[in-house]
């Protein structure tokens, strides 16, 4: 995993001023209830990260992207789920970007796409996802011609050494399995994206 995951870079790495951090969604539990609140999954750092670089000045506004598969008449878009977090965070309505129609990333791409390009035609945007899913995110994004830099988050490796028993270095366990799952799950899907021509 940690071979694949596009590193990390401090906020003082960025040095140029981003129109757009754009936040893939995928981070909010559209399925649990009440629906009064937002839940979030692991992914959740997309949605804080997004508003600290607003924060620093680092990204002038921010466009959350992702649609919702729930069909009743109650569920709302993940995009959706993600302002209300935002505006939680204390960015201004303005600031904010709904692509709330998109199913998987090839699909962001392409929502995020006609929105920019109409509202900040070549202007140069950070992307702001998971970095396990960094490297076929970025391929959809350059695919549709739109200028992105990486703004990794989500990560499921850590940096250097625990403390521990050797023995677990080397024993399966539920989470390696899990990481190991999850890999092998973007690497096919980055395969298979490059094969249809999404990347």
């Not at 990260?49 to 992702?66: M, Q």
């Not at 709904?98 to 109409?118: D, F, H, P, W």
């Amino acid at each position: 995993m940690k071979s694949w995951e596009v590193p990390a870079k401090p906020f003082s790495a960025y040095t140029k001023k981003y129109k757009t951090g754009i936040v893939l969604g995928g981070v909010t539990d559209v399925h649990k209830l009440p629906r009064d609140r937002v839940f979030t999954k692991q992914g959740a750092d997309r949605i804080l990260h997004a508003a600290k670089l607003y924060d620093l000045g680092i990204i002038e506004n921010i466009l959350v992207s992702g649609g919702s598969f729930l069909e009743d008449e109650d569920a709302i878009s993940e995009a959706l789920q993600m302002k209300k977090i935002l505006v939680q965070c204390g960015i201004p309505d303005s600031a904010i970007f709904v692509e709330g129609n998109s199913l998987n990333t090839r699909e962001n791409a392409i929502e995020s796409a006609e929105i920019l390009k109409v509202k900040f035609p070549e202007e140069t945007h950070l992307l702001i996802t998971s970095a396990f899913h960094m490297k076929r995110a970025m391929g959809c994004f350059e695919k549709v011609d739109l200028n992105v830099d990486a703004f990794s988050t989500d990560f499921y490796t850590s940096d250097g050494s625990l403390n521990v028993n050797p023995l677990e270095s080397i024993y399966p366990t539920e989470e390696s399995l899990n990481i190991t799952y999850r890999v092998s799950r973007e690497v096919l899907g980055f395969i298979v994206y490059r094969v249809l021509g999404y990347t």
